[in-house]
């Protein structure tokens, strides 16, 4: 097991969302990485439970905004995520396209080609009031 | 013929200089049509097919071009 995706585990155990398994248990004693990782975060509990004893707050009142506010991070960035892929999903069929196209310039199909852009450009023709009909639709 | 000959006789460089403005006008439309919220799909693989008259179709029906040929109304 690689010591990060322990790492996300310990966490979670940390947090009580899983029991520590036997599994983890054993890397814990061999792995000093995450021996180091899982004593921090220990170690920060013991703070914490002592820093509460001192100032007398027993309980932390979690921050709605600030939740919202992480929530809304992560939205943001996962939607940002998802935009590269397509991105580069659509950067990937382009350089298709266009290599099929050198392929047919390189094998001399340039007769194909000309049917082709006769076509697109027939079909942009039959086309063009379908889309400024959609944009007018957009605008009202 | 003869047409079709000329085409043949262009140098390679310029048939990868083609292809490489028509890759960049596609990416460009693309982003665009995503910035502005367009179909970018439709519209990135519609820059695809030819150059620049795709790029120009592009700006004219999301820039709404037809609006600078409608006549003025008097009191405006």
């Not at chain 2, 519609?46 to 790029?55: C, D, K, M, T």
Request: include cysteine; hydrophobic fraction near 45%.
């Amino acid at each position: 097991m690689d010591c990060k995706r322990i790492q996300e585990q310990l966490t979670d155990v940390f947090f009580g969302e899983q029991d520590m398994s036997g599994q983890q248990k054993e890397h814990l004693e061999h792995c000093e990485e995450c021996r180091g990782y899982w004593e921090s975060l220990t170690a920060f509990d013991s703070e914490l439970r002592e820093e509460m004893k001192e100032t007398g707050i027993l309980t932390i009142e979690p921050d709605e905004m600030l939740i919202r506010q992480a929530f809304a991070k992560a939205d943001g960035v996962l939607e940002e995520r998802g935009k590269n892929r397509q991105f580069i999903l659509f950067v990937g069929i382009a350089l298709g396209v266009v290599g099929c196209l050198g392929l047919m310039i390189a094998f001399g199909k340039l007769d194909l080609l000309l049917y082709e852009q006769v076509v697109a450009t027939l079909l942009t023709l039959i086309g063009l009031p379908f889309m400024v009909r959609q944009s007018l639709k957009k605008e009202w | 013929m003869k047409q079709h000959n000329d085409i043949v006789e262009l140098p390679p460089i310029l048939w990868v200089l083609l292809c490489l403005v028509l890759l960049t006008q596609a990416i460009l439309i693309y982003k665009d049509a995503e910035w502005r919220g367009e179909n970018k799909w439709f519209w990135g693989l519609f820059g695809l097919l030819n150059v620049p008259s795709s790029g120009l179709i592009y700006l004219f029906v999301t820039r709404r071009c037809w609006r600078w040929f409608r006549p003025k109304k008097r009191d405006e």
